[in-house]
């Protein structure tokens, strides 16, 4: 069983870089916490796709506060962000932009659609045709927008966090392979437990309202800076030819196994290492080891993976496989 997507407290770089980075990216917990209560992992893998570049997939019935989150998270960010709500009629220039004529100068201007900002929030991004999710592809590999022919691109830092339910199927179009493995992480966002659902409905009836964040006393404690100084560092994490060889077991396990009839490919191998080096620093340490890539296998690959249906009509699930490969897989030493 992979450790859980929650870093320690406290903890502190052995080298001593980054401390303010760290200091700012932890403090954004305490932030979020002021309107989010628990989903301390969903925070936690929201800042290892910002250190790493990548982009996240959230998914949980409605009403577990999965637009709260990412709302808060930019909130608790120097961040320009924007907001999609992807429904059936949406169209490809919505969201990318589009040119239009000006009569007083006769041409055509470019107008930038929402996807120009650092963090964009898609609301339940399998509301909407596949042409209009395929219009965020290119946004989200190349950092640009092509439009007539010119590229255009995206400011730095730049994440996708997009949401999806996982039981309303009437009215949706499921995301295709090509387009789930752009997205680092896929987060799941439980029910909370009696105790936490106890103090969302306490703070409720005390006044908060969760569309005023900043009544929350919500106040941006990170920015751009912090970002690119911990992208240094997690770039300097060490990684032993020992801890590549585990990677690459664990992603070729997972194309033997009986119950799947997609693995993992190279590049789900490479966003493990990636994430598994940003939870390193994370967690203080300057170098990778077995339970860094443990703890990230699951929220790294589990969207990377296709079920045979006979293996789906018996239960198993992604997580089950890749738990499964885990426990089976040599850990080096």
């Given at each position: 069983?992979?450790?859980?997507?929650?870093?320690?407290?406290?903890?502190?770089?052995?080298?001593?870089?980054?401390?303010?980075?760290?200091?700012?990216?932890?403090a954004?917990?305490?932030?979020?916490?002021?309107?989010?209560?628990?989903q301390?992992?969903?925070?936690?893998?929201?800042?290892?796709?910002?250190?790493?570049?990548g982009?996240?997939?959230?998914?949980?019935?409605?009403?577990?506060?999965?637009t709260?989150?990412?709302?808060?998270?930019?909130?608790?960010l120097?961040?320009?962000?924007?907001?999609?709500?992807?429904?059936?009629?949406?169209?490809?220039?919505?969201?990318?932009?589009?040119?239009?004529?000006?009569?007083?100068?006769?041409?055509?201007?470019?107008?930038?659609?929402?996807?120009?900002?650092?963090?964009?929030?898609?609301?339940?991004?399998?509301?909407?045709?596949?042409?209009?999710?395929?219009?965020?592809?290119?946004?989200?590999?190349?950092r640009?927008?092509?439009?007539?022919?010119?590229?255009?691109?995206?400011?730095?830092?730049?994440?996708?966090?997009?949401?999806?339910?996982?039981?309303?199927?009437?009215?949706?179009?499921?995301?295709?392979?090509?387009?789930?493995?752009?997205?680092?992480?896929?987060?799941?966002?439980?029910l909370?437990s009696?105790?936490?659902?106890?103090?969302?409905?306490?703070?409720?009836?005390?006044?908060?309202?969760?569309?005023?964040?900043?009544?929350?006393?919500?106040?941006?404690?990170?920015?751009?800076?912090?970002?690119?100084?911990?992208r240094?560092?997690?770039?300097?994490?060490?990684?032993?030819?020992?801890?590549?060889?585990?990677?690459?077991?664990?992603?070729?396990?997972?194309?033997?196994?009986?119950?799947?009839?997609?693995?993992?490919?190279?590049?789900?191998?490479?966003?493990?290492?990636?994430?598994?080096?940003?939870?390193?620093?994370?967690?203080?340490?300057?170098?990778?080891?077995?339970?860094?890539?443990?703890?990230?296998?699951?929220?790294?690959?589990?969207?990377?993976?296709?079920?045979?249906?006979?293996?789906?009509?018996?239960?198993?699930?992604?997580?089950?496989v890749?738990?499964?490969?885990?426990?089976?897989?040599?850990?080096?030493?």
């Amino acid at each position: 069983m992979s450790a859980p997507l929650s870093v320690p407290a406290g903890t502190t770089e052995t080298l001593g870089n980054g401390d303010t980075a760290r200091a700012s990216l932890e403090a954004l917990r305490s932030e979020i916490a002021k309107a989010v209560v628990g989903q301390d992992p969903a925070v936690t893998g929201l800042v290892v796709a910002l250190l790493c570049r990548g982009h996240v997939l959230l998914e949980g019935v409605p009403g577990v506060a999965k637009t709260l989150l990412v709302r808060a998270l930019a909130a608790s960010l120097e961040l320009d962000t924007k907001r999609v709500q992807f429904t059936p009629d949406l169209m490809p220039s919505d969201v990318t932009g589009s040119l239009v004529y000006d009569a007083r100068t006769a041409e055509f201007s470019f107008q930038p659609g929402p996807v120009f900002t650092n963090l964009l929030l898609a609301d339940e991004i399998n509301r909407t045709p596949p042409k209009t999710q395929s219009s965020l592809l290119e946004a989200m590999e190349e950092r640009q927008v092509t439009v007539d022919g010119t590229p255009r691109a995206l400011p730095d830092p730049f994440l996708v966090a997009a949401t999806q339910n996982p039981v309303e199927y009437e009215g949706t179009y499921p995301l295709p392979e090509a387009q789930l493995d752009r997205f680092l992480l896929k987060l799941t966002v439980p029910l909370p437990s009696r105790e936490e659902e106890i103090s969302v409905l306490t703070r409720h009836s005390t006044g908060f309202d969760p569309r005023d964040l900043e009544s929350a006393g919500i106040r941006p404690v990170a920015g751009a800076a912090d970002l690119e100084t911990a992208r240094d560092a997690v770039a300097r994490t060490k990684v032993s030819p020992e801890i590549a060889g585990y990677v690459v077991d664990i992603c070729r396990a997972t194309r033997e196994s009986p119950s799947l009839s997609l693995g993992v490919s190279p590049r789900g191998a490479t966003a493990l290492l990636s994430t598994a080096r940003a939870w390193a620093w994370l967690t203080g340490r300057d170098y990778v080891i077995p339970d860094d890539v443990k703890a990230l296998a699951l929220p790294t690959l589990r969207h990377r993976v296709q079920l045979r249906p006979e293996a789906e009509m018996e239960g198993v699930t992604p997580d089950s496989v890749i738990t499964a490969v885990l426990a089976h897989v040599p850990v080096p030493r």
